[in-house]
Structure formats: structure tokens, C-alpha cells
């Protein structure tokens, strides 16, 4: 089944204990990405990836690194967490970018609380 | 700057009708327009995608106008039903080229 995976589904951690959520695709997509969404403000989009070794900032990269050494993993480490990242998590993929031929598939989310 | 609104009061409908959702966009030329469903705690699940060069797109009971003179997508359910109820979210590429932009989304309530 093409899916988009990620773990933990469900995390609390306390402040500056660095956390890693991976996110794994099965369908050979060149392009992942990482959302956040919170109430009020939507989805907005924290780091993408055009292919292996290619990263770039999204709109809200501030306290996040990411990483893409194989086409199918894209994890999302935060180094020291804080309050302000407790938010849904959304792992993406798609076949090439965003140039519409093609769909963006999400994963299941991850819920992050930071204490 | 970019921005994309989505109508943030809740559509109540009752089954059967047709809902109607609008997305409105600023500063953004875009040769396509997405909408996404997106259910409590669950990631969005593509839906449609229509091009500039579409005035509409049907799926099923969905069916999407795109105006770009007025900046504007419909989204319209027909023959509604309970399970439509969701979110539902449009979106477009912004200036980078590389990043789909989302709007908060509409959501919608479908009641027998």
C-alpha cells in the first residue's frame, strides 16, 4: 500500500531534550516536506526536500533541522524543544515538487506536546 | 504579501444540499489551485486540482470553479451527505515554486 509513515504518532517531551520524528515514503517520491498545523493558523510548511541531499527552508524553519540522505526517509529533529513547537506534525511527499502533476500525500501526523 | 482566505465560520448544511466553499487568494499567479479534505487529527487527502486554463472540474459530487480574474475557487458538494462533514482546504504554490501553501480551511457539517 503507498503510504507515508511516521513515528511516534504521539510524543510529550520536556523542554531541551532533543527529539527526532522520522517520516518514510514507499513510493519513490523525490520531493518531502514537513508541516505544522495549529489552531488559528493552519498548516504551514517547515523545511521541503527536492531530492536526496537537497533541503530547503519553508516558511517556519526557526528551531528545526531536517535532513535527507535517502530518497524515502525525511526526519525532523528538534535539537532543544520548546513550549512554542507543541503542534500536529505533517509529513509529505509527491512525485516531483508541488507542479501539480502530481498529489501531495500525507502522512498520518504526529502530536507533539513540549512541556 | 501571499495570502490565501477560506471562509473560517463552520458551514451547517442539511443533507441533500449543495454546500458551497470559497477560497480567495492575493498576490499569487497561479497556474493551478488544489483542494484537500482533511478529517479531526488525520492529514489532508488531495481531492481536486484544477488549472488555470479550466473554468471548472467535476468529480463525482464534487465539482471546482477557478476565476482567476476574481481570484477565486469554488468548491461545491452536491447531494450532500454526513460523511462529507470535514475540513476542507485549498491550495497553491507559492512564489518559490517549491511549497504548497494552504489556506486554514473551511469547515463543514453535514446533519441528517
Known amino acids: 500500500e503507498a503510504q507515508v509513515t511516521q513515528n511516534p504518532r504521539y510524543l510529550i517531551t520536556v523542554t531541551g531534550k532533543k527529539l527526532t520524528v522520522t517520516c518514510s515514503q514507499n513510493m519513490n517520491h523525490e520531493y518531502m516536506s514537513w508541516y505544522r498545523q495549529d489552531p488559528g493558523l493552519g498548516l504551514r510548511q517547515i523545511y521541503y526536500s527536492m531530492n536526496v541531499e537537497v533541503t530547503d527552508k519553508g516558511d517556519v524553519p526557526e528551531g528545526y533541522k531536517v535532513s535527507r540522505k535517502e530518497k524515502r526517509n525525511f526526519p525532523l529533529i528538534l535539537e532543544s524543544p520548546s513550549p512554542n513547537q507543541t503542534s500536529l506534525y505533517f509529513c509529505?511527499?509527491?512525485?516531483?515538487?508541488?507542479?501539480?502533476?502530481?498529489?501531495?500525500?500525507f502522512g498520518p501526523g504526529t502530536r507533539l506536546t513540549v512541556l | 504579501s501571499q495570502k490565501i482566505e477560506q471562509n473560517s465560520e463552520a458551514l451547517n448544511i442539511q443533507e441533500g444540499k449543495t454546500a458551497t466553499l470559497t477560497c480567495n487568494y492575493t498576490?499569487?499567479?497561479?497556474?493551478?489551485l488544489q483542494w484537500y479534505r482533511q478529517d479531526p487529527g488525520r492529514g489532508p487527502v488531495f481531492l481536486l486540482l484544477?488549472?488555470?486554463?479550466?473554468k471548472e472540474k467535476r468529480k463525482e459530487r464534487l465539482k471546482v470553479t477557478f476565476d482567476t480574474t476574481l481570484k477565486q475557487s469554488l468548491f461545491h458538494i452536491t447531494a450532500s451527505q454526513p460523511a462529507d462533514s470535514a475540513t476542507y482546504l485549498c491550495a497553491l504554490v507559492g512564489n518559490s515554486g517549491y511549497a504548497l501553501n494552504f489556506g486554514k480551511g473551511t469547515s463543514l457539517l453535514v446533519t441528517p
Open positions: 484544477i488549472r488555470e486554463n479550466e
Open positions: 509529505a511527499s509527491s512525485l516531483w515538487g508541488t507542479s501539480g502533476k502530481d498529489t501531495q500525500y
Open positions: 498576490n499569487y499567479s497561479p497556474a493551478y
